[in-house]
């Protein structure tokens, strides 16, 4: 099976997972933009991480047989930096106008602020202004935050978002928000993730109660306590539960490819060549 990864952080891993997933059938990866684990203090470190992310990466993923794009944005755990956030947004067009930019995300809540709000707003219109699909990323429950409430807080601002709601997936849902986000017409994503997310098992019970159309399942695989081929286990787990061969391509296949091909931008190679790291010259 060829699977797209619609949700991965790839500049955190390392090359023997680039080699693990290839084997496991990934051949393409999208990574969201993110914190790093130390909040930037300036835009510029903004722009590196950028460049990084969309002209470095690829090249990196490319040797091990998987085509690399980036969905830009400043991320909602570093959004409450008003100014700084807004100095960045400022200067982000051109990320965004980048070949290998396929979305702007992800944006959304983390503590569901006033700052994160603005922030979150802003880059809607740079997404509409720049024609690209959107990912929305959903706050964890925390005592200070309940995710059941940053989704009905992201789908009324969406809602009033004159924007196209089948080019935006609202991801990290739950048991408890996905009949918050089934009531729309968005994609709704589901991230296979230890401890703060979801299991095979709840996957495919969520698949089961609310169905396939306008889902995504992706790894959101970063340097926390994640596995870079949680995809391909998932896959298996489907089909060990009765999921059709046709049933598991569509979600590992075939919705991210819709999704993202919302842009001609996304026009992903799936047989490129794995390069033996033992053997491979410059």
């Known amino acids: 099976m060829t699977i797209i990864e619609p949700h991965i952080h790839m500049l955190s891993r390392t090359t023997d997972d680039y080699t693990a997933m290839y084997h496991a059938g990934i051949r393409c990866v999208v990574e969201p933009s993110f914190w790093q684990g130390a909040s930037r203090r300036h835009a510029g ?5 950028f460049a990084l992310s969309l002209d470095f990466e690829p090249t990196r993923s490319v040797r091990y047989g998987i085509d690399h794009y980036s969905c830009i944005s400043v991320n909602p755990k570093e959004a409450d930096d008003l100014p700084l956030a807004m100095e960045t947004l400022d200067g982000m067009d051109r990320w965004l106008d980048h070949p290998r930019c396929v979305c702007v995300g992800e944006i959304g809540f983390n503590r569901i602020t006033p700052n994160e709000e603005q922030v979150f707003q802003r880059q809607l219109e740079m997404a509409k202004a720049h024609d690209l699909p959107v990912l929305v990323h959903t706050p964890h429950d925390t005592p200070e935050t309940s995710k059941k409430d940053g989704v009905a807080r992201i789908l009324d601002i969406l809602r009033e978002f004159d924007y196209d709601p089948g080019r935006i997936v609202v991801d990290h849902n739950t048991e408890d928000t996905m009949p918050l986000t089934r009531k729309t017409d968005y994609w709704a994503g589901l991230t296979v993730y230890p401890y703060s997310k979801l299991n095979p098992r709840r996957v495919v019970d969520i698949l089961r109660r609310w169905g396939l159309e306008r ?14 081929c949680s995809l391909p286990k998932t896959a298996e787990f489907m089909r060990e539960q009765d999921f059709t061969d046709a049933q598991i391509t569509r979600i590992m296949h075939d919705n991210p490819l819709a999704f993202y091909s919302q842009t001609p931008k996304f026009n992903p190679q799936l047989d490129l060549p794995y390069i033996d790291p033992a053997t491979y010259q410059r």
């Open 45 to 49: 470190t903004f722009y590196d991480y």
């Open 215 to 228: 889902v995504t399942v992706n790894s959101s695989a970063d340097w926390g306590v994640s596995d870079p």
